[in-house]
């Protein structure tokens, strides 16, 4: 047992001489086994261990009965421990429970009182694992199933050893511990996994299923690690970010090989969502088909995620990013005077320049006469985003055209045209972003006073410079 343990930690270079580790300790088998493993493994690195426990208050006086059994054994060896309780949410209990323990563990490693948090899950645990993610149509990462060390400071040293050894050591050395009466509910698929298909699996098929599944796992682990650093450099080329939602260009899933696009649809849906529970293969295909399709627009769902397709571009979002309450906007526009385009980190800047003065003005592309001509204009400026219906002559056009065919010419992707920048003088459109001023108020070469438009962006993080749309500045 030590040995299988100590060669664990030493593969994944769990622990650095001198850490302080918190054994996460719920009373159970595999936790208590953990606990005293490490106790005795803990001269060879130095380590400081310590006892980390959450009270979930789930089963009664029974959690109670395991918070005591735990601060009693952890008195009894000496070690501090650390207690938190929990009072349980609507919803999936279940789930709620696991991400309320992984807060606690790695808000604890944050607070800097341990530098690693230790898991007791094993080998049969990574079987379960892995069986439940293949039956849920899991690919190459699922099938990774539980991580040895995660980027969080998560470890599981326990991991090359069965349940039944651990039951085992304990038992031998008359070691204690608590039985969680959930563990046996049918209610719970991992129960029926653990107590129902793993079995009947080793007596029908291969005795040694658990090995075989957790061999699987350390394979695909295998690849995964090479596929990270792989996945890093393909999303810094091709993923970015973008109010809150990730944009990827269309053609790169169709240049990649299958393996890589689905990772890259993976990595973008991870990025917004943070992670990827109740995704699986069916939605990675269904955004890939998506793409296919040769022009157009298309949207789907996804766990979490609004998924949308519009011209040359995706956008991985989280639902209700967008809705009409803060679609439209309609500012004031003051000249001279700038005004910030809501939720975009850009603006515009009005400003008039004399005829007698007309120069470049610093960060405006302005070129003479495409600007707009003051003398035509009331001063009543209002900046608003567009709306369906809007339609002007834009200058240099022949008739008057709909903002939305604009659009489709230059294929501006769907979710950019709800922000975009229209100048408005009472119901009439002076000036559109791209597109320009409207032709009946476009300077020429009469006009005395020209109100040049620009805009200008704030100092955004790099990744915004990879935005789909327009981005240029323009008069």
Known sequence: ??????????????????????????????????????????????????????????????????????????????????????????????????????????????????????????????????????????????????????????????????RGDVEAFLRERGIAWREDSTNASPVFARNRIRHSLLPQLAREWNPAIAETLAHTADWALGEESYWEGEMDRLSARYLTESRGAVLAPVEAFRAL?????????RRAMERVKGDLRAV???????????????????RMQAPGLDIFRSFDWVRFARP???????????????????????????????QVIEKANRTKPTGSVYNGPMGLDWG?????????NWRPGDQYQPAGSS??????????KARVPLWERRHWPVLTDGANILWVRQF????????????????????????????????????????
Not at 280 to 298: K, N, P, T
Not at 320 to 337: D, K, Y
Not at 399 to 408: G, I, R, T, Y
Request: a negative charge; charged letters at 25%.
């Open 1 to 162: 047992m030590f040995e299988r343990v100590a060669e664990i930690i030493t593969r994944y270079n769990m622990f650095r001489h001198g850490a302080r580790i918190g054994a996460a300790v719920s009373g159970g088998a595999d936790s208590v086994c953990l606990l005293h493993v490490l106790l005795a493994l803990a001269p060879r690195w130095d380590l400081r261990l310590s006892v980390l426990h959450l009270n979930h208050q789930l089963r009664g006086e029974e959690s109670e009965r395991d918070q005591e059994f735990v601060v009693e054994m952890a008195a009894r060896l000496g070690l501090p421990a650390m207690v938190e309780r929990w009072g349980g949410e609507e919803g999936n209990l279940e789930e709620a429970a696991r991400e309320a323990r992984l807060e606690f563990f790695t808000r604890t490693i944050a607070s800097g009182a341990v530098e690693r948090v230790a898991l007791g899950h094993t080998r049969s645990d990574q079987a379960e694992t892995v069986l439940f993610r293949f039956l849920r149509g899991a690919g190459t990462a699922g099938l990774a199933g539980i991580r040895p060390v995660t980027a969080a400071g998560i470890v599981r040293p326990l991991l090359a050893v069965g």
């Open 376 to 384: 035509r204009v009331s001063g009543g400026l209002e900046l608003r």
């Open 280 to 298: 699986d293969f069916r939605h990675i295909l269904a955004v890939l088909d998506m793409v296919s399709a040769g022009e157009g627009h298309g």
């Open 436 to 475: 320009g001023p409207a032709a009946r108020y476009a300077a020429d070469a009469d006009t005395e006073a020209v109100l040049v438009v620009s805009e200008t962006a704030a100092p955004a993080p790099k990744e915004e410079s990879g935005s789909c749309g327009s981005a240029s500045i323009q008069v």
């Open 399 to 408: 008739a008057e055209e709909k903002v939305k065919q604009l659009f489709q």
């Open 257 to 265: 090989p299958a393996a890589a696009s689905r990772r890259l649809v």
């Open 320 to 350: 209700g990013l967008e809705t009409l309450e803060n679609r439209n906007f309609r500012l004031p526009a003051p000249v001279p005077g700038s005004v910030e385009i809501p939720g975009s980190g850009r603006g515009i800047t009005l």
